[in-house]
């Protein structure tokens, strides 16, 4: 006599299983992002670097489009997506590859801008009617604390050989864009096509920085091996497999599951900067990231 189909174990789908595993693979992704930018940056200049990322990953979001019959956007919508692409690539990524340049580790810029998902919780309040609980607002003090535990003693971290206040700004610079990008496409360009608006998004933002690159930089790049391999992991691995990742969450439904790993990022990157890098934290860091990290995942649960 057959079993009861009711009592036979059924294994969960593969797209359920891979729902439930992409948040932890999405960490891991971007934190290798902040160690592959320290080591490309030993052959090319920030602005120069990302121009010529920027440059690649058009092209390729281009191809994209065109082979799946992408819709563009038009009008003022073109606008609007071009000043997320300012904010979240140019100022962003400008932030990031400037402060690893002038000698911020890169789990300590990966600790600054981790804080933009604490940002964007209490600016969201404010300026788009969402509610801000006090668990958000202790949360955002404990968040600030915590990096300002660790930028007090910058100069003092193994490895890292010192960075001063220029490389603190360019890291602000950074968590700023970020933030503003997130709710500036949040009110705006909220159902924009991701292939074809990363296109226009990563137009302005490789024009926006070719300027500074022409001015100040002399725009030499070492094609090196590792350089070569830090420029494919991150346009192929970063700006298209990740992105693609984090579609693939907002359509499962797992933004919550990739919102409370987000705290992750910073010591993630740290396991990753010292294996590959060298870099170390002491034991103030350590305190410091810690309660960066209790700040987030407070405004996370609330």
């Not at 990008?181 to 949040?186: E, R, V």
């Not at 294996?275 to 700040?295: H, K, S, Y």
């Amino acid at each position: 006599m057959p079993r009861d189909a009711s009592a036979i174990p059924v294994a969960p789908p593969p797209s359920l299983a891979w729902t439930a595993l992409a948040p932890a693979v999405f960490v891991v992704l971007w934190s290798t992002g902040f160690v592959a930018a320290k080591t490309g940056l030993a052959y090319a200049e920030p602005f120069t670097f990302l121009f010529a990322r920027f440059a690649i990953v058009t092209a390729a979001m281009l191809v994209a489009s065109l082979i799946v019959g992408a819709a563009w956007p038009r009008g003022v919508m073109v606008g609007h997506i071009a000043v997320v692409g300012l904010l979240m690539h140019a100022s962003y990524l400008g932030g990031v590859f400037t402060a690893i340049m002038l000698g911020m580790p890169a789990w300590l810029i990966a600790l600054v801008v981790g804080l933009q998902p604490i940002l964007t919780a209490t600016v969201a309040g404010p300026l788009l009617g969402e509610r801000v609980s006090g668990r958000q607002w202790l949360g955002l003090v404990l968040g600030f604390g915590g990096v300002a535990i660790v930028l007090v003693e910058g100069t003092g971290f193994a490895g890292a050989g010192g960075f001063g206040g220029a490389a603190i700004a360019a890291s602000i610079v950074a968590l700023l864009g970020a933030t503003g990008g997130t709710l500036y496409q949040k009110r705006y360009c909220a159902h924009v096509n991701i292939w074809t608006g990363a296109v226009i998004q990563y137009t302005a933002a490789g024009a926006a920085l070719l300027v500074p690159a022409c001015l100040f930089e002399t725009m030499h790049i070492t094609w090196s091996g590792p350089f070569i391999a830090s420029m494919a992991w991150l346009t192929v691995v970063l700006s298209v497999g990740t992105v693609s990742l984090l579609y693939l969450l907002i359509r499962r439904g797992a933004v919550s599951k990739l919102a409370s790993l987000f705290f992750l990022i910073p010591p993630t990157t740290a396991l990753i900067a010292w294996a590959m890098l060298g870099e170390t934290l002491n034991a103030r860091a350590l305190a410091g990231m810690a309660v960066a990290a209790v700040g987030v995942a407070l405004v996370q649960r609330g």
